[in-house]
């Protein structure tokens, strides 16, 4: 009988979160005006600098964006010569407050140097839109289409997954970086984490370590000295691979909120898409708390997968990884608590 309950509780609750999910997915007519937006940046851009393209990244490339998410621009100058961040986001910054109606914020001293733009909302565009344009970002480029590709393996269980703790996240407000908590992109990366290298047998194949098809050179395959080659022959990767883990996406849920409640080990622990389970010693990220530095850093190790010695989730503190862990918790609990019926709980989850 419980067994039976369980499984009709899974079936029930997958059933809600596509429910819930697919009408929180951006409409065609948003993603048509973000396009539309895009273009007539780059046109502008391209009379500072002719050789220049303006390339989205982040959610709205990835695969992984919710209605009125922001935009991620980047522009990739392919001239030799070329004006260094700081200028470009200067005159840019110029360019784009005498010619459109967009809010302009140039910060052209930040550690990668920006133009926010911000429309307010409008009949047409209720929300408004915010954008974010950067230079020559080629690793997030990179890094967005490798969840890109990891999404497009099983798009049914990894963007449901995904979308969902996006928005529980931002429910939740434990997706604040500036605040101590994890950017959106440690928790897409969690996720991923969790299909490729603790579910037994995994959801997902590890994209990095797939053997390549042909011998490649280093050249093809590093940039700015790291390395960033991935199997990404999707359709030929969907032919060949089928995982043998067929839990439907509650079950995926359930279990991703049990693993980070109470089984990754968050003190030496270090989740790395690219590689497993590695050591926090390992990789010489211990917490600076511990030696007497005010500062915070490595509270929660999440490795990036080409800028391996990059922690993305750096800018959690003590006190953003126990409101989190907390979070887990809480979903944890309220999941297996198994509410009479699945709606209530996703409610309950997203409260
Ligand atoms: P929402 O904006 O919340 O919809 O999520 P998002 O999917 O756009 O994620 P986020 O804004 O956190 O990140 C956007 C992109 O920036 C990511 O896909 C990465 O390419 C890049 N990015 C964000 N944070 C980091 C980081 O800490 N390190 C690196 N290397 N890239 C990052
Ligand atoms: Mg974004």
């Known amino acids: 009988r419980r067994h039976a309950s369980r499984q009709k509780f899974a079936q029930d609750f997958s059933q809600c979160l596509y429910d819930f999910v697919i009408q929180l997915l951006p409409t065609t007519e948003e993603l048509a005006v973000k396009e539309d937006v895009r273009k007539l940046l780059e046109r502008l851009i391209r009379t500072i600098e002719l050789d220049s393209r303006l390339l989205s990244f982040g959610s709205t490339a990835n695969g992984f964006s919710l209605r009125n998410s922001d935009m991620d621009l980047c522009c990739l100058i392919d001239s030799e010569e070329r004006l260094s961040a700081t200028d470009l986001v200067n005159m840019l910054g110029d360019l784009l407050e005498r010619e459109t109606k967009f809010h302009v914020k140039p910060l052209p001293h930040a550690r990668i140097p920006i133009v926010k733009l911000s429309l307010d909302p409008a009949p047409g565009l209720p929300f408004g839109i915010a954008c974010d344009i950067g230079f020559e970002n080629r690793l997030a480029l990179e890094n967005t289409r ?206």
């Open 146 to 351: 490798l969840l890109m590709c990891y999404a497009m393996i099983d798009p049914a269980r990894v963007r449901t997954m995904v979308l969902f703790l996006k928005v529980w996240s931002k429910r939740r407000k434990i997706n604040s970086p500036y605040k101590g908590t994890l950017s959106s992109y440690g928790y897409v990366l969690l996720v991923i984490y969790f299909l490729v290298h603790v579910k037994s047998p995994p959801v997902l194949p590890n994209l990095q370590q797939v053997p390549p098809l042909r011998p490649i050179s280093k050249e093809d395959t590093h940039l700015n000295g790291h390395n960033i080659w991935f199997f990404d022959d999707i359709e030929l990767l969907r032919q060949r691979w089928k995982s043998s883990n067929t839990e439907s996406v509650a079950e995926l849920l359930i279990d991703f909120f049990k693993y980070y409640s109470r089984d990754f080990n968050y003190s030496s622990g270090v989740a790395s898409i690219r590689a497993g389970l590695l050591k926090k010693d390992s990789k010489g990220w211990v917490s600076e708390a511990e030696k007497g530095s005010p500062r915070e850093r490595n509270r929660l190790c999440i490795e990036d997968p080409f800028e391996t010695d990059f922690n993305v989730a750096r800018c959690v503190t003590r006190d953003g990884l126990y409101t989190i862990r907390g979070e887990f918790m809480r979903a944890s609990r309220i999941l297996s608590s198994r509410p009479e019926r699945a709606i209530v709980a996703l409610a309950q989850l997203c409260e």
